[in-house]
């Protein structure tokens, strides 16, 4: 029996169980390099109603050296982060007297908007090689775990925050419940904190299960995160839908006594929409692992097919998410010959599990593959947009989710 790990309460719902698989952003450095497995399990408490993990991987198991992840390398990320700090600007009027801090800052691809328009920021990352990079766009980064005692120490040097943005990060970390504490402690009076995290009614709608991951620890819904926020000592008071990662939310937090900002009706809205769709109840959960297993029925069908007919399938996007579904559905270098990436930090190595090679996207020119499966679908109109030569000699693109659809 698994027990919650924000609420102690005991847990025999399972979502589904994907099995055995390796962490999924520990690249290989040889195909036949040595790796551990640890199970991938997602069940649902339904006391808290918090989606979770029910088993953990040791740390030291998944922060391997080469875990090297930068946020600007995605063009339409970078897009994002703008829009973002120009609409907090005028939303809630930040200027030189106001502070913005964002937890997991990672390279400084948000903060530095918000440095450039003349509003002092302070970035916090656990990562010493993204903190140089940060700084070197003058965005000053404290390298830390951030968690109630961050929050303390930073708040005692002066660091109390107008606004605090959490970009999906607070599914990411083990101790959720410390995390957000935290957000109560370092929030000036009336401060206000953004968390945006991908929402769990999609990932149920959309068979979205490869976002299942072991560095994943929690799979959100509002109704989930008021519960845990009013514990800790936040009210939401107005949420939005973004398209981001196959359909997020972006929430918005003040610290529960300040009178400041009331509650907008689109809370209200989506309350009802979670209401509606089950998630207070085992409704929305049961009978999801049979549709994973569908999704992995479809791509095994159609690797089938391509394999009798001799035709070639590489992957594209070699993202965590490509990871899961592909260990899943137990593949291999056998059925996809390699996926190509544009983050040079990853070319040369293997994915985890599958050992699929990593290369450079120019080898989709010579390897001229029939069909390219894009991975991380989120991306495919990006994707489909960058790779459109494939065309030209009759290439067609695939993704597997929510089901088998070439292009
Ligand atoms: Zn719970």
Redesign the pocket.
Known sequence: MTT?R????KIDLTLVDLGEQPPSNSYLPTADAPEKEFPLRAVV?E??H?VQLADEVPPDDIFTADYAYYSSFSASWVAHAQAYAEKMIERFSLGPNHKVVEIASNDGYLLQHFAKAGVPVLGVDPAAGCADVAREKGVETEVAFFNAKTAERLKAAGHGADLMAANNVLAHVPDIRGFVEGFAILLNDDGVATFEFPHLLNLLDQVQFDTIYHEHYSYLSLLAVEGIFTVCGLRVFDVEELPTHGGSLRVYACRTKSTRHPDQPALSAMRVTEKAAGLHSRLAYQGFEAKCQAVREGLLNFLDAARLEGKMVVGYGAAAKGNTLLNYAGLGADDIDFVCDGNPAKQGKFLPGSRIPVLAPDHIDSARPDYVLILPWNLKDEVSGQLGRIRDWGGQFVVAIPGIEVW
Do not use: A, P, R, V
């Not at 924000?6 to 309460?9: A, E, K, L, R, Y």
């Open positions: 919650c924000f609420c102690g309460s408490c006391d808290c918090l």
